[in-house]
C-alpha cells in the first residue's frame, strides 16, 4: 500500500491510520493494555471497543495537530457583498460601485469599502481573492494615457523586455481621464501588478489600488505622487539645466522656453533645471519668454511664434519635448527664420523624429525604454515584498549635440 504524506514544515505528517508504531503504542496500546489488566478479562466488552476506536482517533488529531496540521473547512461560507456592506456600513448598490471603478462615490467611502473587501478576504463571483493569488498571476498591466506616438512605443518595448525575462505577459489598457474604465479593470483582473506610464492618478484612484492591494509603480508620474507610491522617471532637472548650459556656452543671452503644461511634474523640473543655469550665469529668463501648451505640435508652433515674434527676439528656444520643438520648426519656417543661422532649438527626449527633420535636432536623451524596464522590475519587487518602502528612481539623461544649434550670430 502506497503511503501519503503531507508536508508541513519540517515536520512530515503522516495521514490518519498511518502513524508511527511508536506513538500508536505509547497513545493507544498502553491504555487499551490498562483497561484489559483493570477488568481482569480476556473478554474485551462492546463499550471498551469504542473507548479504543476513540483513543486512536484522538491519537492521530493530536499527532496531526501537534506538528501543525489544520484541517481545510470544505463548508466555510463565502464573504457576500452583503456581508460587505454590513462591514462598511453603506449598501450593496454603493459597493458594487465602488468595485465596477464608478466614480461617482466619494473618496473617503471609496477607500474604507476597499479595506473592508481586503479585511474580510471578499472573493467576488469568481471565487478567488485578487490580493492572494497576484504573487502567482503571469500577468502585469501597463496603463498609458495613449498609445499614440514614439514615446508611448518606447515605453510598451521596456515594459514588454522586463517582463519577458521574468516569464511574464504584457495587458496593455489605456487610461482617458474623466474614464474611470482602466481602474476597473485593475480592481477585476487577475494580475501581479501595474505600471502607469504617464496617467494623471488622482488621491482617490491611488487610494482605490493601495486599499485594493494593488501594486502599482508610475512611469513618468504626472504629478508628485506620495511617498506611498513607488515611481520612475529621468533626470529632468538636471536635463533641463544640461540643454542651458549648451546654449549659454554658445554665446545665446536672449533665451525662451516652450513648456508642457503647469501642472506637470516632468515639465517643471525641465524649466526649473534651466532657469537654475540661466540665474547661474548672471541672467534672467522673464516670465514673459517661457510658453505653457498642451504637448501637441499644433499648439506649440502657434506659442512659438508669439515668443519668435516679441521684439527683441529670442536666439535660441528650449522646447520640453521634441515633439514641440517640432512646432518651434513649423513656426520658423512660417515666420522665415533659418534654424540654426536665426534661431537655435534644443528639445527634450531624444525620439527618432529628431534625426528626420533638417536640421537634425539637438535634443536632451531620456532612457525611455529602460526607464521602463526599471518600471517593471521595481513592479516585480514590491509585489514579492508588499512592506518595502516605495522607492523612487530616476535614469539620466544626456545632451545630443546635432545640427540645429550654433553659436549666436555676431559672437
Given at each position: 500500500m502506497n503511503e501519503s504524506v503531507v508536508s508541513t514544515g519540517s515536520c512530515p505528517v503522516h495521514p490518519p491510520r498511518m502513524i508511527s508504531a511508536c506513538f500508536f503504542f505509547e497513545v493507544v496500546i498502553l491504555p487499551l493494555l490498562q483497561k484489559l489488566r483493570n477488568i481482569g478479562t480476556h473478554t474485551v466488552p462492546p463499550p471498551l471497543i469504542h473507548d479504543v476506536r476513540r483513543e486512536i482517533k484522538r491519537a492521530n488529531v493530536a499527532q496531526l495537530f501537534r506538528c501543525g496540521y489544520r484541517p481545510r473547512m470544505q463548508n466555510a461560507r463565502r464573504t457576500t457583498l452583503a456581508d460587505v456592506a454590513k462591514a462598511a456600513g453603506t449598501t450593496v448598490p454603493t459597493i458594487s460601485k465602488v468595485l465596477s471603478g464608478r466614480s461617482d462615490v466619494s473618496a473617503e467611502t471609496r477607500?474604507?469599502?476597499?479595506?473592508?473587501?481586503?479585511?474580510l478576504g471578499y472573493r467576488g463571483r469568481s471565487g478567488r481573492n485578487a490580493a492572494t493569488h497576484r504573487g502567482r498571476s503571469p500577468f502585469v498591466d501597463l496603463v498609458l494615457s495613449?498609445?499614440?506616438?514614439?514615446?508611448?512605443?518606447?515605453?510598451?518595448?521596456?515594459v514588454a523586455h522586463a517582463a519577458e525575462e521574468a516569464g511574464l505577459d504584457v495587458v496593455v489598457s489605456v487610461a482617458?481621464?474623466?474614464?474611470?474604465?482602466?481602474?476597473?479593470?485593475?480592481?477585476?483582473?487577475?494580475?501581479?501588478?501595474?505600471?502607469?506610464?504617464?496617467?494623471?492618478?488622482?488621491?482617490?484612484?491611488?487610494?482605490?489600488?493601495?486599499?485594493?492591494?494593488?501594486?502599482i509603480v508610475l512611469l513618468?508620474?504626472?504629478?508628485?505622487?506620495?511617498?506611498?507610491v513607488a515611481s520612475v522617471g529621468a533626470a529632468n532637472w538636471a536635463g533641463g539645466r544640461a540643454a542651458a548650459e549648451h546654449l549659454l556656452s554658445l554665446g545665446h543671452r536672449r533665451l525662451a522656453v516652450l513648456a508642457g503644461r503647469r501642472t506637470h511634474l516632468y515639465s517643471q523640473a525641465r524649466i526649473d533645471g534651466f532657469r537654475s543655469a540661466v540665474t547661474q550665469a548672471g541672467l534672467e529668463l522673464p516670465d514673459h519668454r517661457v510658453a505653457h501648451t498642451d504637448w501637441q505640435r499644433a499648439s506649440a508652433a502657434e506659442q512659438a511664434t508669439e515668443l519668435l515674434r516679441a521684439t527683441p527676439a529670442p536666439t535660441a528656444v528650449f522646447a520640453c519635448s521634441d515633439t514641440?520643438?517640432?512646432?518651434?520648426?513649423?513656426?520658423?519656417?512660417?515666420?522665415?527664420?533659418r534654424?540654426?543661422?536665426?534661431?537655435?532649438?534644443?528639445?527634450?527626449?531624444?525620439?527618432?523624429?529628431?534625426?528626420?527633420?533638417?536640421?537634425?535636432?539637438?535634443t536632451v536623451r531620456q532612457p525611455i525604454a529602460e526607464m521602463g524596464s526599471a518600471a517593471l522590475r521595481m513592479l516585480l519587487r514590491i509585489s514579492s515584498d508588499p512592506a518595502r518602502e516605495a522607492p523612487r528612481e530616476e535614469l539620466a539623461t544626456s545632451l545630443v549635440v546635432r545640427g540645429s544649434t550654433a553659436a549666436v550670430a555676431g559672437s
Amino acid at each position: 500500500m502506497n503511503e501519503s504524506v503531507v508536508s508541513t514544515g519540517s515536520c512530515p505528517v503522516h495521514p490518519p491510520r498511518m502513524i508511527s508504531a511508536c506513538f500508536f503504542f505509547e497513545v493507544v496500546i498502553l491504555p487499551l493494555l490498562q483497561k484489559l489488566r483493570n477488568i481482569g478479562t480476556h473478554t474485551v466488552p462492546p463499550p471498551l471497543i469504542h473507548d479504543v476506536r476513540r483513543e486512536i482517533k484522538r491519537a492521530n488529531v493530536a499527532q496531526l495537530f501537534r506538528c501543525g496540521y489544520r484541517p481545510r473547512m470544505q463548508n466555510a461560507r463565502r464573504t457576500t457583498l452583503a456581508d460587505v456592506a454590513k462591514a462598511a456600513g453603506t449598501t450593496v448598490p454603493t459597493i458594487s460601485k465602488v468595485l465596477s471603478g464608478r466614480s461617482d462615490v466619494s473618496a473617503e467611502t471609496r477607500s474604507r469599502v476597499m479595506e473592508i473587501v481586503a479585511e474580510l478576504g471578499y472573493r467576488g463571483r469568481s471565487g478567488r481573492n485578487a490580493a492572494t493569488h497576484r504573487g502567482r498571476s503571469p500577468f502585469v498591466d501597463l496603463v498609458l494615457s495613449g498609445v499614440e506616438g514614439t514615446w508611448a512605443n518606447r515605453a510598451l518595448s521596456g515594459v514588454a523586455h522586463a517582463a519577458e525575462e521574468a516569464g511574464l505577459d504584457v495587458v496593455v489598457s489605456v487610461a482617458r481621464p474623466p474614464d474611470d474604465a482602466w481602474l476597473t479593470r485593475l480592481l477585476t483582473r487577475r494580475l501581479r501588478g501595474a505600471v502607469l506610464a504617464l496617467v494623471d492618478t488622482t488621491s482617490e484612484q491611488l487610494a482605490t489600488l493601495a486599499a485594493a492591494q494593488v501594486p502599482i509603480v508610475l512611469l513618468d508620474p504626472v504629478s508628485q505622487p506620495p511617498s506611498t507610491v513607488a515611481s520612475v522617471g529621468a533626470a529632468n532637472w538636471a536635463g533641463g539645466r544640461a540643454a542651458a548650459e549648451h546654449l549659454l556656452s554658445l554665446g545665446h543671452r536672449r533665451l525662451a522656453v516652450l513648456a508642457g503644461r503647469r501642472t506637470h511634474l516632468y515639465s517643471q523640473a525641465r524649466i526649473d533645471g534651466f532657469r537654475s543655469a540661466v540665474t547661474q550665469a548672471g541672467l534672467e529668463l522673464p516670465d514673459h519668454r517661457v510658453a505653457h501648451t498642451d504637448w501637441q505640435r499644433a499648439s506649440a508652433a502657434e506659442q512659438a511664434t508669439e515668443l519668435l515674434r516679441a521684439t527683441p527676439a529670442p536666439t535660441a528656444v528650449f522646447a520640453c519635448s521634441d515633439t514641440m520643438a517640432l512646432g518651434v520648426y513649423d513656426a520658423s519656417a512660417a515666420l522665415g527664420l533659418r534654424i540654426p543661422d536665426d534661431v537655435s532649438v534644443v528639445g527634450f527626449d531624444d525620439l527618432p523624429e529628431a534625426q528626420w527633420v533638417s536640421p537634425a535636432l539637438t535634443t536632451v536623451r531620456q532612457p525611455i525604454a529602460e526607464m521602463g524596464s526599471a518600471a517593471l522590475r521595481m513592479l516585480l519587487r514590491i509585489s514579492s515584498d508588499p512592506a518595502r518602502e516605495a522607492p523612487r528612481e530616476e535614469l539620466a539623461t544626456s545632451l545630443v549635440v546635432r545640427g540645429s544649434t550654433a553659436a549666436v550670430a555676431g559672437s
